[in-house]
């Protein structure tokens, strides 16, 4: 699959908007249907929607649908399908039966990615997406909706970092997405004009194992795609992981750079070289 770095979403009534995103170094656009849309604009909006799919494309498009329960997901679909999006994200998913329920009434070769935290319920079906289908192609999680949906008044310490309901959302997601093995995608980060905190947090989401991450505004696609890039020294580390193990075939553990090395960080290493796409899967 094409590497999802960094995903943009555009609101789907924003018809100028997407022309502007297409022109991006987004690995991805979501164009949006749901909480950016009003009811009113619904229609109009797939239409616009429906007319981007239908233009040449240079990134994967995602559509993001209305709920399996809204009463609007049908329409949805019906106007965006036949364009052919490469991919449906999923809003309110509540686990491997919401994938299920979404898939059968799928055409064409569209992939699935859920945001897997914007319900209580769905915070107890976050193991069961392993082996549901084939367009599972990653996980991902908000940290909006919850709040409201139980009535926190914040989901944010005064610092600005997730309070523990939310942190817990978002372990989940990640071993959710990496017990179903697909990517693990960062949730937005809403203040798009500290491209600091951005860098910061995303490299955070890096390092827990997250590979890419949505963005809500053009200047957070850079930021994004350098985060969850590997760098010229990560891959030159991981090469020469690699080709340590490879000199040693008999060897389960090594010593490296003063330190030990064994199977989890050969795993590590390849991983890390088939991202940078400097070794194949
Ligand atoms: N996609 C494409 N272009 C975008 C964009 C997006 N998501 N967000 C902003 N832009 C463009 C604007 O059109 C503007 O272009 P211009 O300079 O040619 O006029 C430029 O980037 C600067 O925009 P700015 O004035 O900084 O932002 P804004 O105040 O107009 O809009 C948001 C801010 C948050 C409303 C807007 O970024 C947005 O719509 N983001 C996506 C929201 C969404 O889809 N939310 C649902 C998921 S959380
Ligand atoms: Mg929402």
């Given at each position: 699959m094409t590497r999802l770095r960094s995903l943009l979403f555009v609101p789907g009534d924003r018809p100028e908007r997407m022309a502007k995103a297409a022109?991006?170094?987004?690995d991805a656009l979501i164009l949006d249907l749901e909480d950016s849309v009003t009811p009113a604009a619904k229609s109009a909006a797939r239409a616009a929607i429906a007319g981007f799919l239908a233009e040449p494309r240079r990134q994967m498009l995602f559509v993001r649908v209305n709920p399996l329960d809204s009463g609007l997901l049908d329409d949805d679909l019906a106007a965006v399908l036949p364009a052919r999006p490469d991919g449906i994200v999923l809003p309110k998913a509540e686990g491997g039966a919401s994938v299920a329920a979404l898939a059968a009434r799928l055409s064409g070769p569209a992939l699935i990615l859920p945001i897997a935290?914007?319900?209580?319920?769905a915070i107890f079906s976050m193991g069961s997406y392993v082996g549901v289908s084939e367009r599972l192609c990653g996980l991902t999680w908000g940290a909006e909706d919850l709040p409201a949906a139980i009535g926190a008044?914040?989901?944010?310490e005064a610092d600005g970092s997730y309070t523990a309901p939310y942190q817990l959302a978002r372990s989940l997601t990640l071993f959710g997405a990496h017990a179903a093995g697909v990517p693990a995608i960062e949730t937005v980060y809403p203040d798009f004009r500290d491209t600091e905190g951005l860098a910061a947090y995303a490299a955070r989401g890096r390092r827990d194992g997250f590979t890419g991450m949505m963005a809500?505004?053009?200047?957070?696609v850079p930021v994004i795609n350098a985060a969850f890039s590997p760098s010229e020294a990560e891959i030159a580390n991981a090469r020469a992981i690699v080709d340590l193990f490879a000199a040693n075939p008999g060897a389960g553990a090594l010593s490296f750079d003063g330190n030990m090395i064994d199977a989890p960080h050969l795993k590590a290493a390849q991983a890390l070289l088939v991202r940078a796409g400097s070794l194949s899967a």
């Open positions: 022109l991006l170094e987004a935290t914007e319900t209580p319920a008044s914040s989901s944010r809500i505004h053009p200047t957070q």
